[in-house]
């Protein structure tokens, strides 16, 4: 089985640009999750979705948004980017059955300049 | 809210010797899981072990095994025969209902 892919791998963007963020679970896993990663706040949960529904949300504003589609793909958008926002996203799946153990993608690498 | 404690920023270890990495919780839920995942340097995450907090068994994965404390709200990974490839960032977390919390991490070096 091919695991979780996520495209880009490496984004350049400015502030106040706005970016999305796919990410391809596992055949077969329903529910994505959405993790942003710095080095000073560490790994921070951002959503959770579930055949197409949000689960779950962090503690994010609003500018950091997300979706799934019927095949399980994934994305998330970040609108008007802050300097803060430089972070590895790492996008995470899971099966119905084992649904907590989360398979990770190899993340999404954006440098807000 | 609960949240996962490493207070080990870094670690080192011989190769082939043992090392333990520590991890503390804080619930008030009875049910819920713990995991060890591993990030290598600029490579994916991969989950480590898993552990049922209903289990009072602790979790084995060959050269790495757990010792899960409920009541002392504890759960430390302990590799052993260390490796160079066990080199990375370890990760502690914790799920309960769809909500999964990472500790900090500690940085394991191994030493040849």
């Known amino acids: 089985k091919a695991g979780v892919t996520q495209t880009p791998r490496y984004l350049i963007k400015t502030r106040g640009q706005q970016v999305t963020l796919s990410c391809s679970p596992i055949?077969?896993?329903?529910?994505v999750s959405w993790y942003q990663q710095t080095p000073g706040q560490g790994l921070q949960f951002l959503f959770e979705?579930?055949?197409?529904?949000?689960?779950n949300k962090g503690n994010f504003p609003g500018r950091f948004s997300g979706r799934q589609f019927s095949n399980s793909r994934s994305e998330m958008n970040v609108s008007t980017l802050e300097l803060g926002d430089s972070a590895l996203y790492l996008c995470?799946?899971?099966?119905?059955?084992?649904?907590?153990?989360?398979?990770f993608g190899p993340g999404t690498r954006l440098t807000v300049l | 809210a609960q949240t996962v404690t490493q207070s080990q920023p870094e670690m080192s270890v011989q190769e082939a010797e043992t090392v333990t990495l520590s991890c503390t919780y804080d619930?008030?839920?009875?049910?819920?899981?713990l995991f060890w995942y591993k990030q290598p340097p600029s490579r994916q995450m991969i989950l480590v072990i898993r552990?049922?907090?209903?289990?009072?068994q602790n979790a084995t994965e060959n050269r790495f095994s757990v010792n899960f404390q409920k009541a002392a709200k504890s759960f430390s990974l302990k590799i052993s025969d260390s490796q160079l490839g066990d080199a990375a960032m370890y990760f502690c977390?914790?799920?309960?209902?769809?909500?999964?919390?990472f500790g900090a991490g500690t940085r394991l070096t191994v030493k040849p």
């Open positions: 055949s077969g896993h329903r529910s």
């Open positions: 552990q049922e907090a209903y289990k009072q």
């Open positions: 619930t008030s839920e009875s049910d819920y899981y």
């Open positions: 977390a914790y799920w309960d209902n769809n909500d999964m919390r």
């Open positions: 995470a799946s899971s099966s119905f059955d084992r649904y907590n153990e989360q398979f």
């Open positions: 979705y579930f055949s197409e529904t949000q689960r």
